[in-house]
């Protein structure tokens, strides 16, 4: 099974930037699409940025032209640049990864990260 361990997260002041990192381990699966996502107090988590496996990404427009989300398959890892950071990206970041299985007992399944800080001073 898959095991995600997300880093990189912290306080930093509005304009800061950070770069996330997410490293999937394990083995007997493939990596799909890889996204990171937030979710501040009292909010619902919401997508930030995704990468497909083709390379092809998507990005919430409250961060396009901020953010870059980039894949290293060699390294099972997925990060998030986060430039001009504002206060209001202030959240727990989660990494999230498509996995298939391709030994028993086969099939798809969504990992979660444990989620790292990000806070984002005024």
């Known amino acids: 099974q898959v095991q995600l361990v997300e880093s990189g997260g912290g306080l930093v002041q509005a304009g800061g930037s950070l770069r996330l990192s997410c490293a999937a381990s394990?083995?007997?699966?493939?990596?799909?699409?890889m996204a990171w996502y937030r979710q501040a107090p009292g909010k619902q988590r919401e997508l930030v940025a995704a990468?497909?496996?083709?390379?092809?990404?998507n990005y919430a427009d409250s961060v396009k032209g901020r953010c870059t989300i980039s894949r290293d398959n060699a390294k099972n890892t997925v990060y998030l640049q986060m430039n001009s950071l504002k206060p209001e990206d202030t959240a727990v970041y989660y990494c999230?990864?498509?996995?298939?299985?391709?030994?028993?007992?086969?099939?798809?399944?969504?990992?979660w990260g444990q989620g790292t800080q990000v806070t984002v001073s005024s």
């Open positions: 990468v497909s496996s083709g390379g092809s990404t």
């Open positions: 999230n990864v498509d996995v298939l299985y391709y030994r028993e007992p086969y099939g798809r399944g969504s990992s």
């Open positions: 394990g083995s007997g699966f493939n990596i799909n699409a």
